[in-house]
């Protein structure tokens, strides 16, 4: 499966500029995908230069690189240190991480990651584990549907279509994508459904895959794998994504934008931000790759003596 096909890397040159590469360095790329932002490395990495990817999706295995210089970790990049370490690959130079879905899992209609094809609504990136979005919209709480779609879709007016999945799964499950649309459908703005319905699809795949919770755990582990003066490339697509990123460049703390201070004032915070303001993708990428519409670049350099 070609890279070309499976995923157009996002602001790719912004962010193979912001890891700053040494060609000795060692690196890791927590969402290899089809594996455009590794080749992009690796062509900058010399022959003692070093790439770990994470990936626990099966089919980005099958888009490895044949590399001596890589190393692939079928695992969720929530398990950064403990493989990291068990690959003795610390200190790390650089870190990239794209939180985006790829243009593969949209194009699938099995994987359920998208309303314009009918398939069954699973969305699991690890299809081996967890459950399913149909297990989730038919067996939660009406009261936990809330949250998911009001927290993660920002939906104004969720409580009205958890009512509705609620009462239309009482009559039959919920388990295609195209039931799903047809429900959600009918909440929908005549002028914006498409949004609309990306982001009920949105919500429920980032609670099936404990998204917010895996970045999290990367990112309270990046202070300790990355040497000082290090990088940590962020791409996220959901405001909640970029806020913890933001908060965590800021202040090492993913929940707070104020950083703690001694008696003095001063504050020793793990991190300062390279790019005080946010890169966004520009006209001319927009044009070849719509879907690159969200994204938000941020940079970080490990704080400390090098």
Known sequence: MKEEVYHIPVLLEQSIE???IRPDGVYADLTFGGGGHSRAILERLGPKGRLIVFDQDEDAWNNRIDDERVEFVRHNFRFLYYFTKYLKALPLDGILADLGVSSHHFDEAERGFSFRFDGEL??????NSGRTAADLVNTSRPEELMRIFRMYGELNNAQR????LVKEREVEPVSTTTRLREIASKFAPRKDAARYMGQV????RIEVNGEMNALREMLGACETVLRPGGRLVVISYHSLEDRMVKNFLKTGDVDSSEAETD????????????????IVPDDEELSRNPRARSAKLRIGERNGAV
């Open 263 to 278: 008696v003095y004032g001063r504050s020793n915070v793990p991190f300062r931000a390279v790019n005080r303001k946010v």
């Open 161 to 164: 279509l958890v009512q509705e």
């Open 18 to 20: 912001g890891l700053d």
């Open 201 to 204: 699809f949105q919500a429920l």
């Open 122 to 127: 699973d969305m699991r990136m690890n299809r």
